[in-house]
């Protein structure tokens, strides 16, 4: 059975940053594409950044990019989200996912991800 197990929320001030980190176990990391999604309270789960199996390929949110960074390390069963200048709206909880299917691409699509995370929340006052 596949888990993913996300940390490193909490509470910071605008312009903190803040690394998240997911480890799965169960199976290699080297088997899936990983993505990392968050849910503001009253909104639904969105896309944030993606990476491919080989980490030569990430995609990231409009709204995040230049700011966030996506790494993985298949060797620690590691994902990690480095967030940096952040800023009210990027309040929410942050999910990892596991995407298995073979892709050209990094999904954005909530149901194209077959493993989550319990998530872990992220709140940036101002």
């Known amino acids: 059975q596949v888990q993913l197990v996300e940390s490193g929320g909490g509470l910071v001030q605008t312009g903190d940053s803040l690394r998240l980190s997911c480890v799965v176990s169960?199976?290699?990391?080297?088997?899936?594409?990983m993505g990392w999604f968050r849910q503001a309270p009253g909104k639904g789960r969105e896309f944030v950044a993606g990476?491919?199996?080989?980490?030569?390929?990430?995609h990231y949110a409009d709204s995040v990019k230049g700011r966030f960074t996506i790494s993985r390390d298949n060797a620690k069963n590691t994902v990690v989200l480095q967030m940096n200048e952040l800023k009210p709206e990027d309040t929410a909880v942050y999910f990892c996912?596991?995407?298995?299917?073979?892709?050209?691409?990094?999904?954005?699509?909530?149901?194209?991800?077959?493993?989550w995370g319990q998530g872990t929340q992220v709140t940036v006052s101002s």
């Open positions: 996912a596991a995407d298995i299917a073979y892709r050209s691409y990094v999904s954005v699509f909530l149901n194209e991800y077959i493993y």
């Open positions: 990476v491919r199996r080989n980490a030569n390929t990430t």
């Open positions: 169960g199976r290699p990391l080297s088997n899936y594409a």
